[in-house]
Structure formats: C-alpha cells, structure tokens
C-alpha cells in the first residue's frame, strides 16, 4: 500500500519564478492538505483540499495557490517566487470523515525541498 | 491565536533513559492535541493524540497527558532506546482542519 507520494523531491529556482508541486495521497484518502516547513520550524498550514475544492486556508497569500484533482491527488503553486519561499513543502493526506471524526489522522509525505536563489 | 511551545532541543540521552518533552499550548476552546514524530528520513507521523481534557494517548512506549490546567501535553518515555531518535513535534487542532505545530525537539539517543 503506497503512501503519500510528493514530487520533485528537490528542486531550485530564482526569485520570480513560479514552482509547481505534486502530492498523491494515500490510497483510499480523500483530503489533501499541504504545509510549508521552513528550516527549524514547525509546519505552517497553507491550506486543505476536500472534493475538488478549498476547505480552509491558513496565513499564505494569494500566491500559493492549489488544486486538487478527480483521483483525489493535488498540486500546489507558488507564484513569484521570493528567497523566502525556500523551504520544505510536505503534503498531508486523509480521510474526510473517520470513524466518527471531523477529520482523520493526517499521513505525511517526505517533502519537496524547494530552494529559491 | 492559538499556538504550541515546546522545549528547545537538541536533547541528547543514553539508552534507557526517561524521556520528557514538554508542550505547553493557547487555544480557546477545546482543542486536540497530537504528537508527531519525524525519524531521519521520513515523513511525520501521528505517534499519540488526546481529544479532550485528561485523556491521555499512548504509543509504542510513549505516553502525554491532556492537561487543560495548565495547558500542557507533555511527551513521555520510561526507556528511550537508540531507535527513538528524531524530531518530535506536538500539535494542536482547534475549529477547522488544520494543525499547528510547535518548532520540534531533536532526540538523540546514545548506545
């Protein structure tokens, strides 16, 4: 049973440019969230994904941008990339409703280490 | 808002050691609290969680108890081993889906 998958799992790029990321969820998942993690920190909530559509958004600007796709995997994008937008994109899977819950236990990916020059 | 504090790493201990990570959290409400654990290498994963006010979670030797008091989730082990080295990192969850997450504590265990 495949877990989360994230992919690439480093890339560089220069300030301005735009980065697209990729997250398959666990098999049998259906919500998708993705966090940044900058380097000796915790991860910070940028937002989840729920059939199709935005469920909630944490404190990023309009910049990071997301989509989720029919087969439930997801993308998130980065727009105009500044220095620090450098950082560890992890994305999360789980299942909407679990066993009587709002909202099941989240299964981490290893990341995409993103650097901005 | 809501936000979680736990101690600065890097925490080095021998074999068989007692554990402690303290957790302190702000939230109104309440919320739900998880350890997560990051091994080299890995993803996150959940080790415990507790869903209101003295439950208390428990895994693979680990323990927390939710202490809405004094606002606290502090992570235990009687006997850290080798293996238990990595990040841990406590967690709350409030309304909504998303979790916040404090800074981590690096383990490092020694033979």
């Known amino acids: 049973d495949a877990g989360v998958t994230q992919s690439p799992t480093h890339l560089i790029k220069t300030r301005g440019q735009q980065v697209t990321l990729r997250c398959s969820p666990k098999?049998?998942?259906?919500?998708v969230s993705w966090y940044q993690q900058a380097l000796g920190q915790g991860p910070q909530f940028i937002f989840q994904?729920?059939?199709?559509?935005?469920?909630q958004r944490g404190n990023f600007p309009d910049r990071f941008s997301g989509h989720q796709f029919p087969n439930y995997s997801s993308e998130l994008n980065v727009n105009a990339l500044l220095l620090g937008d450098s950082a560890l994109y992890l994305c999360?899977?789980?299942?909407?409703?679990?066993?009587?819950?709002?909202?099941?236990?989240?299964?981490f990916g290893e990341g995409s280490r993103l650097t901005v020059l | 808002g809501d936000s979680v504090t736990q101690m600065e790493g890097p925490v080095t201990l021998s074999e068989e050691a007692f554990l402690t990570i303290n957790c302190t959290y702000t939230a109104t409400g309440y919320p739900s609290l998880f350890w997560y654990v990051q091994y080299p290498g890995e993803g996150l994963q959940l080790l415990l969680k507790?869903?209101?006010?003295?439950d208390k979670g428990s895994n693979k030797g680990f323990e927390a108890t939710y202490r809405k008091e004094t606002t606290s989730f502090h992570l235990e082990k009687g006997s850290v081993q080798v293996s238990d080295s990595a990040v841990y990192f406590c967690a709350l969850r409030n309304s909504g889906y998303a979790l916040n997450f404090g800074k981590g504590t690096s383990l490092l265990v020694t033979p």
């Open positions: 098999s049998g998942h259906d919500t």
């Open positions: 999360a899977s789980s299942l909407a409703f679990d066993r009587g819950e709002v909202t099941g236990e989240l299964f």
């Open positions: 994904y729920y059939e199709e559509e935005e469920r």
């Open positions: 507790a869903t209101k006010a003295d």
